[in-house]
């Protein structure tokens, strides 16, 4: 099979059941997707996928031949954090890490759902969604945090969200 993954493509062979964050850490080591739960509730595992985030334990790697995949090793680098990793550094917004990987990723991918203007459950107007910590405590309830840091993650979106755009593109 073959994928391009953080703007690199690779070639896999890999059982056709395989799941797509099985493909990134068994057969890519490609650890920073978590397997927290496997069950699709928990959101350790989001990546972007064409832009838009998904649960790389729901969807199987096959189905993915011809999309972008970004992973949390794409959005950045040790020395060039992407806007969002440099704000959860700023503002602690995390203690353990292991879900940090699939917050990252999921609020890259929900800052770009805002600014195209699709509205949330909470959207009080459907045409134009005000973009408010309502919003995001939203937008992000598929992501869980066992050590409760949520305040700081909500701060650190907020302040990448004031800022400007963020573009899901892998890190070249």
Not at 40 to 56: D, E, F, H, P, Y
Request: proline content about 3%; aromatic content about 4%.
């Amino acid at each position: 099979m073959q994928f391009t993954i953080n703007g690199q493509s690779h070639q896999v062979e890999a059982d056709i059941r395989t799941t797509l964050l099985d493909l990134l850490r068994e057969h890519l080591s490609l650890t920073g997707s978590k397997k927290g739960c496997d069950h699709g509730q928990c959101g350790a595992c989001t990546v972007l996928v064409n832009g838009r985030r998904i649960n790389a334990c729901l969807t199987l790697a096959v189905m993915h031949q011809d999309d972008d995949i970004v992973t949390i090793e794409g959005l950045g680098t040790p020395t060039a954090l992407h806007p969002l990793q440099d704000a959860f550094v700023r503002h602690d917004g995390f203690q353990c890490g292991y879900c940090t990987p699939g917050q990252i990723c999921s609020a890259v991918g929900m800052l770009d759902e805002v600014a195209k203007g699709w509205p949330s459950h909470v959207s009080a107007d459907l045409t134009d969604p005000a973009f408010s910590d309502d919003e995001i405590r939203e937008r992000m309830s598929g992501n869980l945090c066992r050590c409760s840091a949520y305040p700081n993650i909500v701060d650190a979106i907020r302040e990448v969200a004031d800022a400007g755009s963020v573009k899901a593109e892998a890190a070249a």
